[in-house]
C-alpha cells in the first residue's frame, strides 16, 4: 500500500430522513446478507461507525442486537460461523438483511469467475496491473498508461497499449477505461452478461492470517467493461436493464431511475464546468494545499507526492445524490467527451476491501487463472 498521507475528500450524499426505523427481530434470528446495491456489504464497528469489514451477499449471519445511528436508522450486530470459528462481526445496515427464512441459500458464482492471481505480476498478460495487492506489489512493473489516484486504498491499476487500443476502438479514453475498471461492475447492465472479472491475493498472508488485512486481498474487478461506459457517463449513457453489481433483472421503474441520477449528475457537473472552477491545471502548491478551484489531469513530481507521479487526477465535486446511488469520484477533464466523468462503487478509503466470499475462494484453490483461463478471457475480448 502507499505509505504516505493524502487527503481526499468524498462527495457530499443529502439524504432527508424522517422518524424511526423500529425492524422487528429475535435473538438469534438467522438471516442472509443481501445488499441491492453491491455484491457485499460494509461491516462497521457501531452502527454507521467505521468500516472494518464486508460480508459478502449470501452469507448467513445471526443478528445479536439492534442498534440506532445518530439519524434512527437501524443496524443489526451480527456474528456467524467462519471455517468452523464463530466470529462476532460486527454492526450491518438492517434493512440490508434478508430474514425472510432463506437463509439456507447459496449465492451463485458465474461463468468461473472471479479468476484467483497469487502474484500482481501474472495479471499482465490481459493488459492490466492492479499493483497494490499480491506479495509482489512492490516489485511489479506498471505500465505506462497509469489510472486514477483516488485514495490511500483505492486500486492502483494501470494497462497496456494494446488494452488501450483495443478499447479506444469502442469510443474509450484512457480516463474513462479506467474509471470504468475501477468501478467494481461484474455484470453488463443492458445485457444482464457476467463480466469476466479477477481478484489478486497474496495466499500466504491470507493462510497465516486466517482473515484479510488491508492489501492482503483485492476486490473483485472486472478484466473488461461494457462499452455503455465508454464517456465516463454510466448512469446516463447504460440502460440498466439489470444490476451491475449483482445480475438482478430490473424493472422499468428502476432503470428510470438510474437514468434520472445520470441527468441530475450531468447536470451539476455541467454547471461545475461552466462555472469556471476548473478551468486551468493545478500548481504543486495548489495540490499540496488542496485547492478546490483547479483540476489535476496527472500528478506531477509535487512535494510529497513522488509515489503517484503519471497517475491521472480526480476532483472533488458536491453532487446531491439518491442514498442508493454511489458515485465514488469524478474527473474533470478535456478528455472526457462532456469534459467530465465519473466512476462507480469506486472506494477510495484505506482498509480491508475484499468480501468474505473472495476470501474462501482464494483459499480454496478454485478460479485459478491459468495460462488457458487467461487465453479465453483474450479470446472474448477480441471477439467483442
Known amino acids: 500500500m502507499r505509505a504516505f498521507a493524502y487527503v481526499f475528500c468524498v462527495l457530499a450524499v443529502l439524504v432527508a430522513v424522517s422518524g424511526f426505523d423500529h425492524p422487528a427481530w429475535a435473538a438469534g434470528e438467522e438471516c442472509l446478507i443481501a445488499d441491492p446495491n453491491d455484491t457485499s456489504l460494509n461491516v462497521r464497528d457501531a452502527p454507521n461507525g467505521n468500516k472494518i469489514n464486508r460480508l459478502r451477499n449470501g452469507r448467513k449471519v445471526v443478528v445479536q442486537e439492534i442498534g440506532y445511528d445518530a439519524r434512527g436508522r437501524a443496524w443489526a450486530n451480527v456474528s456467524g460461523d467462519y471455517k468452523g470459528t464463530w466470529r462476532?462481526?460486527?454492526?450491518?445496515?438492517?434493512?440490508?438483511?434478508?430474514?425472510?427464512?432463506?437463509?439456507?441459500?447459496?449465492?451463485?458464482?458465474?461463468?468461473?469467475?472471479?479468476?484467483?492471481?497469487?502474484?500482481?505480476a501474472d495479471v499482465r498478460p490481459l493488459g492490466l496491473v492492479l499493483a497494490n495487492y499480491g506479495p509482489d506489489y512492490q516489485t511489479v512493473k506498471k505500465f505506462a498508461n497509469r489510472c486514477h489516484y483516488y485514495g490511500d486504498g483505492g486500486n492502483d491499476i494501470s494497462v497496456s497499449d494494446a488494452m488501450l487500443r483495443?478499447?479506444?476502438g469502442k469510443g474509450f479514453s484512457l480516463n474513462s477505461l479506467c474509471m470504468a475498471l475501477v468501478s467494481g461492475v461484474l455484470f453488463d447492465p443492458e445485457t444482464g452478461a457476467r463480466l469476466p472479472s479477477y481478484i489478486v491475493v497474496d495466499e500466504k498472508s491470507l493462510r497465516e492470517m486466517g482473515f484479510a488485512e488491508a492489501g492482503v486481498i483485492s476486490e473483485e474487478l472486472p478484466l473488461d467493461v461494457p462499452r455503455c461506459f465508454s464517456r465516463g457517463l454510466p448512469y446516463s449513457d447504460c440502460t440498466f436493464n439489470f444490476h451491475p453489481q449483482t445480475g438482478a433483472k430490473l424493472g422499468q421503474e428502476t432503470s428510470d431511475w438510474y437514468r434520472s441520477v445520470g441527468e441530475t449528475v450531468v447536470a451539476s457537473l455541467r454547471r461545475e464546468l461552466g462555472s469556471g472552477r476548473f478551468a486551468s491545471e493545478c500548481t504543486c502548491a495548489q495540490v499540496e494545499a488542496n485547492a478546490d478551484h483547479c483540476r489535476v489531469e496527472k500528478h506531477g513530481a509535487c512535494?510529497?507526492?513522488?509515489?503517484?507521479?503519471?497517475?491521472?487526477?480526480?476532483e472533488y465535486v458536491a453532487v446531491s445524490l439518491p442514498d442508493q446511488a454511489w458515485v465514488g469520484f469524478y474527473d474533470i477533464s478535456p478528455a472526457l467527451p462532456l469534459g467530465f466523468g465519473y466512476a462507480l462503487y469506486a472506494d477510495g478509503a484505506a482498509g480491508p476491501s475484499s468480501a468474505a466470499g473472495s476470501e474462501q475462494l482464494a483459499l480454496s484453490g478454485k478460479n485459478r487463472a491459468t495460462k488457458i483461463r487467461i487465453q479465453e478471457v483474450l479470446n472474448a475480448r477480441a471477439q467483442n
Do not use: E
Not at 462476532?88 to 425472510?100: E, I, P
Not at 439456507?104 to 458465474?110: E, F, H, L, N, Y
Not at 512535494?303 to 480526480?314: E, F, K, S, Y
Open 303 to 314: 512535494r510529497d507526492h513522488q509515489l503517484i507521479v503519471g497517475d491521472l487526477g480526480v
Open 88 to 120: 462476532d462481526w460486527g454492526w450491518v445496515f438492517h434493512r440490508y438483511l434478508d430474514c425472510s427464512g432463506a437463509a439456507d441459500a447459496v449465492p451463485v458464482q458465474g461463468a468461473g469467475f472471479p479468476l484467483v492471481f497469487t502474484r500482481a
Open 166 to 168: 483495443h478499447y479506444q
